[in-house]
T-cell receptor
Framework: ETGVTQSPTHLIKTRGQQVTLRCSSQSGHNTVSWYQQALGQGPQFIFQYYREEENGRGNFPPRFSGLQFPNYSSELNVNALELDDSALYLC??????????????FGPGTRLTVT | AQTVTQSQPEMSVQEAETVTLSCTYDTSESDYYLFWYKQPPSRQMILVIRQEAYKQQNATENRFSVNFQKAAKSFSLKISDSQLGDAAMYFCAYRSGASGTYKYIFGTGTRLKVLA
């Protein structure tokens, strides 16, 4: 069973640029969630995708957008990067949405630095 | 809105001793789940233990156990026989049981240091 993978591991961008982060969900998982973890903080929910449709969004501006593909892998796109976007971006996958304990399995994250 | 509070930014424990990490949460829901995640310096979050709110019995996973006090909205993690490998950031997380977006709400974390 392959776990959640993310690419790239590290990324340095300049303010105003655009960035795309990628996530491959764990085998058999159809739901992907993205979180932003600023230094010294807990992860903050950005949005979630279920079977290629957005299924909820946190308090992030529209310049944060996402996509989920038929194989359930996902992308997080951030436009017009700001210094405050510097953070660890975590992807988490799970099997379905409903009921019980569909726990989320996290990837290792992408460290984004905006200068 | 639900919130999760971890009031201990850092804790230390001697190897082989027991330590308890605190977590409180606020919610008006009756159906929810609580989790403790561990984030070692390698960054990958690992599930330590989970608790369903409808279960009165406290969850236990080997050396890890929780003290779930639903009325007090408290969810502490006890680590027994601490090992050097337990050193990490520990996050308490809440997830609603209602249908909709199954997002996790995390606390700010507690850094656990294990002293040899």
């Amino acid at each position: 069973e392959t776990g959640v993978t993310q690419s790239p591991t590290h990324l340095i961008k300049t303010r105003g640029q655009q960035v795309t982060l990628r996530c491959s969900s764990q085998s058999g998982h159809n739901t992907v969630s993205w979180y932003q973890q600023a230094l010294g903080q807990g992860p903050q929910f950005i949005f979630q995708y279920y079977r290629e449709e957005e299924n909820g969004r946190g308090n992030f501006p529209p310049r944060f957008s996402g996509l989920q593909f038929p194989n359930y892998s996902s992308e997080l796109n951030v436009n017009a990067l700001e210094l405050d976007d510097s953070a660890l971006y975590l992807c988490a996958s799970s099997d379905g949405l409903a009921g019980s304990l569909y726990e989320q399995y996290f990837g290792p994250g992408t460290r984004l630095t905006v200068t | 809105a639900q919130t999760v509070t971890q009031s201990q930014p850092e804790m230390s424990v001697q190897e082989a001793e027991t330590v308890t990490l605190s977590c409180t949460y606020d919610t008006s829901e009756s159906d929810y789940y609580l989790f403790w995640y561990k984030q070692p310096p390698s960054r990958q979050m690992i599930l330590v233990i989970r608790q369903e709110a409808y279960k009165q019995q406290n969850a236990t996973e080997n050396r890890f156990s929780v003290n779930f006090q639903k009325a007090a909205k408290s969810f502490s993690l006890k680590i027994s026989d601490s090992q050097l490998g337990d050193a990490a950031m520990y996050f308490c997380a809440y997830r609603s049981g209602a249908s909709g977006t199954y997002k996790y709400i995390f606390g700010t974390g507690t850094r656990l240091k294990v002293l040899a």
